[in-house]
């Protein structure tokens, strides 16, 4: 995700920037999954994510939910 002055750009998720690197992989995706909740999404977001990894086995799987949600929130 990318960051321009310190304001998410449009067009990206909610999900919060700070400290994204710094967080496992599981909290990535407990964030992702919470912002797809938001949207009432997360059963989507989760079915794509889960796709996407079985299709490419090396696909991180935080990157995978990632993915998913921004296909699914536009």
């Known amino acids: 995700m990318t960051k321009e002055n310190n304001r998410e ?3 990206e998720t909610k999900i919060s920037l700070v400290d994204w690197d710094n967080k496992s992989e ?4 407990k964030e ?8 009432n999404l997360q059963y ?3 079915r794509e ?3 996407l990894i079985k299709n ?4 991180n799987e935080a990157r ?11």
């Open 44 to 46: 989507e977001v989760e």
């Open 64 to 74: 995978a939910y990632e993915m998913a949600l921004r296909n699914w929130v536009k």
């Open 9 to 11: 750009c449009p067009n």
């Open 32 to 39: 992702i999954l919470h912002e797809a909740d938001d949207h």
């Open 56 to 59: 490419d086995s090396g696909l």
């Open 26 to 29: 599981a909290e990535q995706i």
């Open 49 to 51: 994510a889960k796709k």
